[in-house]
């Protein structure tokens, strides 16, 4: 998958969100209390850079970060940024396929038991207000 982000969407995402503090301001804030109350802010951290199949993605703009939850346990935050002015039927299938990537990486890292916690959030711009 490329690294050059062309567009200035991809570019605008990676400049904002690729700020942990940014990050983790804007997800403890959007994200549903309960579910927020149970991460640690502070110890939200990128991890590696990509794990998207380069089949599913048209653009390099996803981020994931690992954070704490305050029991804890590992948990990751997956952003992932498409920047399309129209609703994308098979971001389910899509989010799915991103997930059992990072699960399998986890677990090629050595690490056993139960699979961490993965929250996608998906950022879309767009007139159509359907849900996806």
Same mark, same amino acid.
């Given at each position: 998958? &490329?690294?050059? #982000? @062309?567009?200035?969407?991809? +570019?605008?995402? /990676?400049? =904002? %969100?690729?700020?942990? $503090?940014? *990050?983790?301001?804007?997800?403890?804030?959007?994200?549903?209390?309960?579910? &927020?109350?149970? #991460? @640690?802010?502070?110890?939200? +951290?990128?991890? /590696?850079? =990509? %794990?998207?199949?380069? $089949?599913? *993605?048209?653009?390099?703009?996803?981020?994931?970060?690992?954070?704490?939850?305050?029991?804890?346990?590992?948990?990751?935050?997956?952003?992932?940024?498409?920047?399309?002015?129209?609703?994308?039927?098979?971001?389910?299938?899509?989010?799915?396929?991103?997930?059992?990537?990072?699960?399998?990486?986890?677990?090629?890292?050595?690490?056993?038991?139960?699979?961490?916690?993965?929250?996608?959030?998906?950022?879309?711009?767009?007139?159509?207000?359907?849900?996806?």
């Amino acid at each position: 998958m &490329a690294t050059d #982000l @062309n567009n200035p969407h991809d +570019r605008f995402f /990676k400049a =904002t %969100f690729g700020r942990a $503090e940014v *990050a983790a301001e804007f997800l403890e804030r959007y994200l549903p209390p309960t579910v &927020a109350a149970a #991460l @640690n802010w502070t110890t939200l +951290r990128a991890e /590696k850079e =990509t %794990f998207l199949d380069p $089949e599913l *993605a048209q653009h390099p703009a996803d981020l994931l970060y690992a954070v704490d939850r305050h029991d804890g346990e590992k948990s990751y935050v997956y952003l992932l940024f498409e920047h399309k002015s129209y609703v994308e039927s098979r971001i389910n299938l899509d989010l799915l396929r991103y997930r059992v990537r990072i699960w399998e990486q986890w677990l090629k890292d050595g690490n056993t038991g139960r699979l961490p916690v993965i929250i996608p959030v998906v950022f879309y711009h767009g007139a159509d207000r359907r849900k996806c």
